[in-house]
């Protein structure tokens, strides 16, 4: 709804591509003023913050390029963040990576960068804006787990135990900031359309001599029982809600969007 964030700023980390780009994109379109953060070639850069900028009636979206893997790059972008657009109001830890492999073949130097980007970084960045939102009395803070933060699958012991660990994070900083002004929740997607995903779905077609659309319902959504994709615009739209007007009763939940998947 236009004008659900109006005065409201932003900051999603991860957010030129993908989860993240739709999350800023809502949240623009809502009325917010958003600074995004991530990876990417200097053209994807820009394509997204014009994008988002377009969204919030500006030329481009301001922008930090924080490694996720250094507190001091995190501090510094949510120190940003409150210099450039007046106020950290919102924050969506959306920042992950992902990485395959038998436990005892795992290389620890991924494992580690995995640990770091996927879930320490949640916790730098909230210890970074959770003063200036309670000084200001409001806050909103949403991690982006996934369902590997309910339920584990083999060979991604880095993503399972870090996506554990962000919702174990949330429902502790949310029991402390309980009787004030923000809350802390956690939404955890299936699998979700972005061009990394679909990416994957050709090699399995390959690897099984079948169709992609086959490829894509009995392997890569094997789990998630409706067979089809969570698409970014319906992660987005949850996010929405959760730092809107009429959410602050929500808070420490783990909130699933998966097909289905983790009610098995």
Not at 39 to 57: H, L, N, P, T
Not at 172 to 178: D, G, K, N, P, R
């Amino acid at each position: 709804m236009a004008g659900k964030l109006e005065g409201r700023t932003a900051l999603v980390t991860g957010s030129t591509s993908g989860i993240g780009l739709a999350i800023a994109l809502g949240f623009a379109g809502a009325g917010a003023k958003v600074m995004l953060n991530g990876f990417g070639s200097a053209a994807e850069i820009a394509k997204a913050r014009a994008a988002v900028g377009a969204a919030m009636g500006v030329a481009e979206a301001p922008y930090s390029g924080a490694d996720m893997s250094k507190p001091e790059e995190i501090r510094a972008m949510v120190k940003a963040c409150e210099a450039e657009l007046g106020a950290c109001d919102i924050l969506v830890n959306n920042a992950g990576i992902q990485f395959v492999a038998p436990v005892e073949e795992f290389p620890e130097d991924k494992f580690d960068r995995i640990i770091a980007i996927n879930f320490t970084s949640n916790f730098h960045a909230i210890k970074a804006a959770l003063p200036g939102m309670k000084a200001r009395g409001f806050g909103r803070i949403v991690n982006v787990a996934s369902a590997h933060g309910l339920v584990a699958s083999p060979y991604k012991t880095a993503y399972v135990a870090a996506k554990h660990a962000v919702v174990g994070l949330t429902k502790s900083v949310a029991l402390e900031i309980a009787r004030g002004p923000v809350t802390c929740n956690a939404i955890c997607p299936g699998f979700v359309r972005t061009p990394l995903a679909e990416a994957q779905v050709k090699p399995l077609a390959e690897k099984h001599g079948v169709s992609e659309d086959k490829a894509l319902t009995d392997f890569l959504l094997e789990r998630q029982p409706t067979k089809r994709w969570v698409e970014v615009e319906e992660v987005a739209e949850m996010a929405l809600f959760l730092v809107g007007p009429n959410s602050g009763s929500i808070n420490g939940s783990a909130l699933s969007i998966d097909g289905g998947w983790t009610a098995q």
